[in-house]
T-cell receptor, first 114, second 118 residues
């Protein structure tokens, strides 16, 4: 399968624990995006990378959140000291840098913080 | 600021009916892109269409059609002869123009949940 993959698909954790999610984009895509989606809402932008450079971060991305894309391929999103409000679906998308921005989404990681 | 509004939270139709999903957007950019995505119960967002701000030509793809009207900042989506498999949440999204080191994130509307009953 050559689509965007995300792991794990589901994560249940206790408040205060740290969690890390992984995203593997489509191989030739140099842009990688992270979004967060809560129940009944549209996805909200968190951050994006062009190759290994993190070019933009949303104000939604508090200092407990950190994202990396060390070799310009896969990316990780870490949440430290999780809170119940962090419970959401975390979506990853990738695209080519071109005049058009068709983003392809992965299946998401559903985080539940107890 | 950029914003996308999908005023219809839920729509329910009977199979074979036509249905139109509304999308209104706000942006100060002169060059921008509009998208529709489908999110079936499985959860994965599926790309349906992209339209740039300079192309107001309507598009038809099978049972799907899109009406882009810059004068009213709307990008509406019509499904003709709806089917049960069309049941999903549909999102309209807006993106600014991509320059090499900026731009490109998607701003989504709240989504419209379409239920097609047999």
């Amino acid at each position: 399968d050559t689509g965007v993959s995300q792991n794990p698909r589901h994560k249940i954790t206790k408040r205060g624990q740290n969690v890390t999610f992984r995203c593997d984009p489509i191989s030739e895509h140099n842009r990688l995006y992270w979004y967060r989606q809560t129940l009944g809402q549209g996805p909200e932008f968190l951050t994006y990378f062009q190759n290994e450079a993190q070019l933009e971060k949303s104000r939604l991305l508090s200092d407990r959140f950190s994202a990396e894309r060390p070799k310009g391929s896969f990316s990780t999103l870490e949440i430290q000291r999780t809170e119940q409000g962090d419970s959401a679906m975390y979506l990853c998308a990738s695209s080519l840098v071109s005049g058009v921005n068709e983003q392809f989404f992965g299946p998401g990681t559903r985080l539940t913080v107890l | 600021a950029q914003k996308v509004t999908q005023a219809q939270t839920e729509i329910s139709v009977v199979e074979k009916e036509d249905v139109t999903l509304d999308c209104v957007y706000e942006t100060r950019d002169t060059t921008y892109y509009l998208f529709w995505y489908k999110q079936p119960p499985s959860g994965e967002l599926v790309f349906l269409i992209r339209r740039n701000s300079f192309d107001e030509q309507n598009e038809i793809s099978g049972r799907y059609s899109w009406n882009f009207q810059k004068s009213t900042s709307s990008f509406n989506f019509t499904i003709t002869a709806s089917q049960v498999v069309d049941s999903a949440v549909y999102f309209c999204a807006l993106s600014d123009d991509i320059h090499y080191n900026q731009g490109g994130k998607l701003i989504f509307g709240q989504g419209t949940e379409l239920s097609v009953k047999p």
